[in-house]
């Protein structure tokens, strides 16, 4: 089994590196159908993958400009609750139960996945009236006390269920941060993809904190080369994106996807009976 940690996790990394959000969701599957490990050791285990590869990944960003501090760490911290949720709730359900939701979140994720294919120049277009927008902060209190509650509320509603999938899924919920950073916060499209990471950082962190001491036995060795390989197969990703078009790539990812998604809802859901 050892034997494949490396190419299973190259290939994981590269659908990360390429398209960004959505690329982390194969973790966990490949933890238990690849690897032959349960759902808690497989979605904690996802965490810590998940969280390394988003600090790695954020470092060229970062140099480059595209990661807004501020913004990331607030809205991570806004889903440090949810992601304290989530990881109780997932400790407290069985594991058939927690994989058959995992399919159906997969089939969420493709279906988000392609229509952001088919708007991908109406969320641009959405993305610079955002930005527009960003000059009007959500709360101020000089010279007057003022508050865009609307945006507020979507902030933290956002937030906090990006948090609640990390700790129940051990998911980085990349696929959802980027559109809200760039429709409520008001940010560009790549400085969104960047500080996305930052906020898939802590909410897996703060969800794998929230994990430790429920019994849960990690095998070191594949998280180590898994986690290795996924970086190095993210970094090999944003090269492949610049010679292969974003939309065969969005469109090979989503059909795989599926195909997980329907051999995990195949092996759990008669579980469920």
Same mark, same amino acid.
């Given at each position: 089994m050892l034997a494949l940690v490396i190419p299973v996790g190259l290939l994981i990394g590269l659908s990360l590196g390429a398209l960004g959000g959505g690329g982390s969701i194969l973790t966990v599957p490949a933890l238990v159908y690849v690897f032959g490990q349960d759902s808690r050791a497989a979605t904690t285990g996802s965490l810590l993958i998940v969280g390394v590869t988003s600090v790695i990944g954020m470092i060229p960003h970062r140099r480059a400009a595209r990661v807004s501090v501020a913004q990331g760490i607030v809205f991570g911290i806004l889903g440090v609750a949810g992601s304290y949720l989530g990881s109780q709730l997932s400790a407290a359900v069985r594991q058939d139960v927690l994989l058959a939701g995992f399919s159906v979140l997969m089939l969420a994720v493709a279906a988000l996945m392609t229509r952001r294919r088919r708007a991908q120049a109406r969320l641009a277009s959405a993305?610079?009236?955002? /930005?527009?927008?960003?000059?009007?902060?959500?709360?101020?209190?000089?010279?007057?006390?003022?508050?865009?509650?609307?945006?507020?509320?979507?902030?933290?509603?956002?937030?906090?269920?990006?948090?609640?999938?990390?700790?129940?899924?051990?998911?980085?919920?990349?696929?959802?941060?980027?559109?809200?950073?760039?429709?409520?916060?008001?940010?560009?499209?790549?400085?969104?993809?960047?500080?996305?990471?930052?906020?898939?950082?802590?909410?897996?962190?703060?969800?794998?904190?929230?994990?430790?001491?429920?019994?849960?036995?990690?095998?070191?060795? /594949?998280?180590?080369?898994?986690?290795?390989?996924?970086?190095?197969?993210?970094?090999?990703?944003?090269?492949?994106?610049?010679?292969?078009?974003?939309?065969?790539?969005?469109?090979?990812?989503?059909?795989?996807?599926? /195909?997980?998604?329907?051999?995990?809802?195949?092996?759990?859901?008669?579980?469920?009976?």
């Open positions: 993305g610079a009236v955002a /930005v527009a927008m960003a000059a009007r902060p959500i709360l101020t209190v000089r010279p007057a006390v003022t508050c865009d509650c609307r945006r507020a509320v979507t902030v933290v509603l956002t937030a906090s269920g990006v948090g609640l999938l990390t700790g129940f899924f051990g998911v980085g919920g990349g696929f959802v941060v980027v559109p809200a950073l760039v429709l409520a916060l008001g940010v560009s499209m790549p400085v969104a993809v960047g500080t996305s990471l930052l906020v898939i950082a802590i909410n897996s962190f703060s969800a794998l904190l929230f994990r430790l001491g429920h019994g849960v036995t990690l095998d070191w060795w /594949v998280i180590g080369g898994f986690t290795m390989a996924g970086v190095v197969g993210s970094l090999l990703g944003s090269r492949v994106v610049s010679r292969v078009g974003p939309a065969r790539l969005n469109l090979a990812f989503t059909l795989l996807l599926v /195909v997980v998604a329907l051999y995990t809802a195949a092996r759990s859901i008669p579980g469920l009976f």
